[in-house]
């Protein structure tokens, strides 16, 4: 028969592994639910809640390396850029590739900035843009001040992108 000590020592055990367990998918599911869920309609609210800001709209998937480099150009270019910039990082995967993109966007400094979709379909891509056609990267600008819009469903360089950028300031 086992001492009571020992008994007591288990179920410690396997009580500390269940809570673990427990734990381990609550924390992500709360991370995970605390990212704002985007629709086309979000384009225009975001927009007129910092109307003296040029905002960029990038799409971007994990798994798309031109959408993680073009990422990395925009964070840099924001870095260096002396305008009132609105950054939303829209990640366009299914809900199982949620974690990974968390995870993405907090190593490369934009948890605050991420939203995830879903349902998206045809309608979503042209109440975006109606020259998308779903390819990545894609990326809207919009200027607060003006409305002009610009769209790419291209990687984009460091100079267009500046440029642009430029050419919504000096209107």
Not at 112 to 124: E, G, H, R, S
Request: net charge neutral.
């Amino acid at each position: 028969m086992p001492s009571d000590k020992l008994v007591h020592r288990k179920y410690c055990l396997l009580l500390a592994s269940l809570l673990w367990l427990w734990n381990q998918p609550l924390d992500a599911f709360s991370q995970e639910s605390a990212v704002p869920v985007f629709q086309v309609d979000d384009i225009s609210e975001l927009v007129e809640a910092a109307p003296q800001s040029i905002h960029i709209f990038s799409f971007w998937a994990t798994w798309c390396a031109p959408c993680l480099k073009e990422i990395n150009l925009i964070k840099s270019v924001e870095a260096g850029c002396d305008c009132d910039l609105q950054l939303h990082f829209i990640n366009m995967e299914e809900k199982i590739r949620q974690p990974k993109a968390l995870k993405t966007a907090t190593k490369k400094g934009f948890p605050d900035q991420l939203y995830f979709t879903k349902n998206v379909n045809a309608d979503f891509y042209q109440g975006v843009d109606p020259a998308w056609t779903g390819t990545f990267p894609a990326l809207l600008m919009i200027d607060g001040k003006t409305r002009k819009r610009w769209f790419s469903n291209q990687l984009i360089n460091r100079k267009k992108l500046t440029d642009m950028i430029n050419s919504f300031r000096s209107e």
